[in-house]
């Protein structure tokens, strides 16, 4: 074997530059298989064998715990951000791993639906997930680090494998090894290493694999393989990324063509093109209609109408900065605008075979075919390049339908790494075949260290993080100038010596490598805040995860604040949760959370929220939100009330040696027999110099802001005990209403407590605003030692929560929580959704006591039923008897009189409920949740997710695989004639 390898490369060097395309294509794959699996061996053996993880919700990011993995907790003050966008792939694809596994094995099926996020949403619809990626499905059966860690290194060797074979379509296959493993390393893959969408990337080589063998060799099994790879494509989960590889696949047959003779021949193969992309289209159908129907019915983050800006147009607006990114390795402190790298040394080889291409153009018939393909790849990456500084020529794209929604400083980068790549396999041809001379090498190597050099010195705008650390930036100046001159040095020897330039391609790859694993892997992934052992496993949980199973038995849900148990991460426990990460939401449920818990200048906009981000003077209505939501016990890693305490927090930062005059921060404080928490004040005779401003944004929702006020005559001096008058005034940030001045007057002046004040704060809802607490003397008396506390200000009183669980985090009860499934007497029908929510939220109105709709939810026939209902009551629980994700059946018996059954589980379409095995239409109630009429009798209720997208594209697909069957079985007999 070795013998024929040697064979190969003596053929490849003394092949012609015409002829060199057909040749070394016998077993160069072998020698391809081995570099590509040797450098992933190199490159990442301290995963493969040295027992690291490359999951990066072990401790890098958020998920069990707010450190990470339970036991890894102490990672989280050290760890460093190893990849621009950690956050998506710890709350995503690594939680939902266990999820797709537990359902596949439970219920031997892909899950359709999701009911542990958000109040149930859908799975496959939502394309994120992956439910039908194989990579995916296979690791999900296996559901650990380790499982995960094998599916994130396959893809890169896949990325390898497909990008080698589609070269050494256009090149010889020793070339071809080069473009393979830069693109097998691209920035963009070791960036973005855990995220989902690699999978999909790295089928963009596979396409254009297919698309040339159908475009070559027509014929049945070339069509089933190049529609089997579209399917591929569209089944990886990413519609931004398959849209755009597709829409580049286009351009790229468009082109191929032109280098077909005969116009017939053209119109032949692009129908067969054609043909092989629908069959693919149709292939992947059932989730792709699943997914449109959920564009029809949710907020998608990145649709204009919901974000309020075009994605489309979003570009890097420093082309210093991003142009400095690609020809150095980004480092460990890169900047998330670095949204990839290639590295000096392959955008040296790029250059190269950019030259090759554009000095071949008009020079007759041979090789028309690769200069072509050269100039199709070079031009694809300066287009890219373009919209990726925002160019005019080409920035008008992003303002099309559909080419809108698409994030393109982000899913075009591997694109571009493929463009890189070819170019420099390109290069590195042109090389051996001598159709670059010498002194253009040497200039090409000049004028790449001159300007990068120039980049290094410009200034830019905001710095790179990575520039605030000299050092590090220097090192990464000195591989790449490195790497350069060896690049340089070995394509000059290779026009002297002929055993350097026969093994040239394998040679020029030791420098590459060098560059990647020096520059970034080494740095970003090995070094003491890098990847961390894989012992660190989330998928195993916590103590606290075991101790709420066994208290939901009623299918509870939770709500985790301060990063605890985030979201999505509950579905690997089989633990339901009213959060939810994911671009996709249920417009009704998303309106629901945005009018409790945003912030009115800054609403939620699809992505979700995980807890952390609620602030102090939501509690009231989070607890609301809970009490909808049949949310029984909140988590926090934190004693809830020192948590929610704004003047607590505020006040840390002094203390009773170096505070300012007038403010005392006193931690301990004897308030009615109890150590508390309290900042006290000092009535100076200059106000300004002992006011606490405390900032904070009025809800729309119960703009009731409640104080408490502390007289303490004796905490620091004797007191002459005359009253004090405590003030507070608000003013809007944006002074458009007028300062409302409240003043509370302690009489008491004999005992030390708190007293609970309320401010009326209505006409400033909406609004951001400054709170100012001070003192003052009431009229005509004298109080230069009197001091006053301020405590617990909050927009409501959360009353006190039962803390049934404190060990490695603190798990609180919250009470009155709507049972998941209630049965009501009574309900109320309101105009609109505004309305119902404004009754919702209002103080007088219990969850318990009715069921709203609107009008427009209610047939005619329907909502007399409802209105003929009492209008107020107080709501039972019902038994479930089963809940699995696409099915749920639940006892409502006895029912006496008719009633309403809520379910607080997302209504959506392809959900339909039966009662005693009759179907009854399915009504939302409280705007977002299953609801139906109960007539009297009824026993028991089921509820069936049949989700109608998804059969008519299992249908579709199925007559597709029969149709392609009966072909193939058609062209075997022929050919067996």
């Not at 053996?45 to 907790?73: E, I, N």
């Not at 999820?99 to 094995?105: A, H, K, N, Q, T």
């Not at 609109?832 to 006591?849: H, V």
């Amino acid at each position: 074997m070795l013998q024929k390898i040697a064979t190969q490369i003596k053929e490849l060097s003394s092949s012609s530059s015409e002829d060199a395309i057909g040749t070394c294509r016998g077993e160069s794959w072998i020698w391809a298989i081995l570099v590509l699996s040797s450098a992933l061996l190199v490159m990442f053996y301290p995963v493969l064998f040295g027992g690291k993880t490359t999951v990066v919700a072990a401790a890098h990011c958020r998920s069990v715990m707010p450190g990470g993995a339970f036991g890894g907790d102490h990672f989280s003050a050290t760890k460093r951000q190893i990849s621009p966008d950690p956050w998506a792939a710890a709350c995503q694809n690594e939680a939902w791993l266990k999820f797709l596994g537990d359902s596949i094995r439970r219920d031997i099926k892909i899950p359709l639906w999701n009911p542990y996020s958000g109040c149930g949403m859908p799975f496959l619809a939502n394309s994120i997930s992956q439910a039908l990626c194989p990579p995916n499905i296979i690791a999900s059966l296996f559901p650990s680090n380790l499982s995960f860690d094998l599916m994130v290194l396959s893809r890169l060797l896949l990325a390898g494998v497909f990008t080698f074979f589609a070269l050494r379509l256009f090149i010889p296959g020793f070339a071809a090894i080069v473009g393979a493993v830069s693109y097998m390393f691209t920035g963009y893959f070791l960036l973005y290493l855990n995220m989902p969408d690699i999978f999909v990337e790295l089928l963009i080589p596979a396409l254009i694999l297919a698309t040339e063998q159908l475009i070559r060799r027509p014929s049945c099994v070339a069509t089933i393989v190049c529609a089997g790879v579209v399917a591929l494509n569209l089944l990886g989960g990413l519609p931004e990324v398959s849209f755009l590889s597709l829409v580049f696949l286009g351009f790229y047959v468009i082109v191929r063509l032109m280098t077909v003779e005969g116009w017939a021949r053209r119109l032949r193969l692009l129908g067969l093109v054609s043909l092989a992309y629908f069959a693919g289209l149709a292939l992947a159908l059932p989730q792709v209609l699943p997914f449109l129907e959920y564009l029809r019915f949710s907020d998608n983050a990145h649709d204009p109408s919901v974000s309020g800006t075009l994605c489309g147009l979003d570009h890097d607006s420093d082309w210093r900065r991003g142009l400095l990114s690609y020809l150095f390795p980004v480092g460990w402190q890169h900047n998330y605008f670095a949204r990839g790298f290639y590295g000096v040394g392959l955008s040296f080889l790029a250059v190269i075979g950019a030259f090759s291409a554009l000095s071949r153009i008009g020079k007759g018939k041979p090789g028309h075919f690769t200069n072509v393909m050269m100039l199709f790849f070079l031009s694809a990456f300066a287009l890219m390049l373009l919209k990726r500084f925002g160019s005019p020529v080409v920035q008008w794209i992003g303002q099309l339908p559909l080419f809108n929604m698409v994030l393109y400083t982000k899913y075009d980068e591997p694109l571009m790494a493929v463009c890189v790549a070819a170019l420099g396999s390109f290069g590195v041809a042109g090389i051996q075949q001598s159709t670059v001379k010498p002194r253009f090498v040497a200039g090409f190597a000049c004028a790449l260290w001159l300007i990068a050099s120039i980049l290094n010195f410009l200034p830019c705008g905001p710095a790179l993080p990575y520039l605030d650390n000299q050092l590090n930036m220097r090192n990464n100046m000195l591989i790449g100038m490195v790497t350069l001159v060896s690049c340089t040095a070995l394509c000059l020897l290779s026009f002297k010596i002929g055993v350097v330039r026969r093994a040239l391609p394998l040679l020029i790859l030791l420098p590459l490598l060098f560059e990647t694993y020096t520059g970034y892997i080494g740095q970003a992934f090995y070094g003491k805040e890098g990847f961390v052992q894989r012992t660190f496993e989330p998928y195993k949980g916590a103590p606290y995860i075991d101790f709420l199973k066994r208290r939901l038995t009623g299918h509870e849900r939770v709500f985790g604040l301060g990063s605890v148990l985030v979201p999505n991460w509950s579905a690997a426990f089989g633990i339901q949760d009213v959060r939810f990460v994911d671009a996709l939401c249920p417009a009704k449920f998303h309106a629901l959370i945005d009018y409790f818990l945003a912030n009115p200048s800054s609403p939620f906009r699809g992505r979700g929220f995980d807890g952390a981000e609620i602030s102090t003077f939501n509690r009231l209505a989070l607890q609301r939100l809970c009490a909808l939501t049949s949310t029984t016990f909140l988590l926090s890693p934190n004693a809830i009330e020192e948590f929610d305490d704004l003047i607590v927090a505020t006040a840390h930062k002094f203390n009773s040696h170096d505070s300012p005059e007038g403010l005392c921060f006193v931690p301990l404080a004897t308030i009615d027999g109890v150590k508390q928490a309290v900042m006290f004040q000092h009535p100076n005779r200059d106000p300004a110099r002992n006011k606490l401003n405390v900032p904070l944004s009025v809800p729309d929702v119960c703009p009731q802001l409640a104080v408490d006020f502390i007289r303490n005559p004796d905490q620091f001096c004797p007191a002459r005990h005359t009253p004090v008058e405590a003030v507070a005034l608000v003013r809007a940030c944006d002074e458009s209403i007028d300062p409302a001045e409240f003043v509370f007057v302690n009489k008491d002046v004999a005992k030390l407590h708190a007293t609970r004040y309320e401010m009326d704060l209505r006409r400033f809802a909406g609004k951001k605003v400054i709170l100012s607490l001070t003192s003052r003397a009431s009229a005509g008396n004298e109080c230069s030692w009197e001091w006053v506390g301020w405590k617990k200000l909050s927009f409501q009183d959360p009353g006190r929560l039962a803390c049934i669980y404190d060990r490695e985090i603190k798990i609180y009860q919250l009470p009155d929580a709507l049972p998941h499934a209630a049965i009501f007497s009574a309900a109320e029908i309101v105009d609109d959704e505004l309305a119902l929510l404004g009754k919702l939220a209002t103080a007088s109105f219990s969850p318990l006591s009715k069921v709203l709709f609107t009008r427009f939810d209610l047939p005619n026939s329907t909502a007399d039923q409802v209105a003929k209902l009492r209008q107020t009551g107080v709501c039972r629980s019902a038994k479930f008897l089963r809940y699995e994700s696409e099915r749920v059946e639940i006892d409502v018996s006895p029912v006496a009189e008719s009633s309403i059954l809520l379910l607080t589980d997302n209504y959506f379409p392809g959900w339909r409920a039966s009662i005693d095995g009759k179907e009854v239409s399915l009504l939302r109630g409280n705007l977002c949740f299953r609801a139906l009429l109960l007539p009297v009798g009824a026993k028991t209720v089921c509820f069936q997710y049949d989700s109608l997208p998804f059969k008519l594209g299992l249908l579709v697909s199925g007559l597709t695989l029969l149709a392609f069957l009966a072909a193939l079985a058609l062209r075997l007999k022929r050919g067996a004639r």
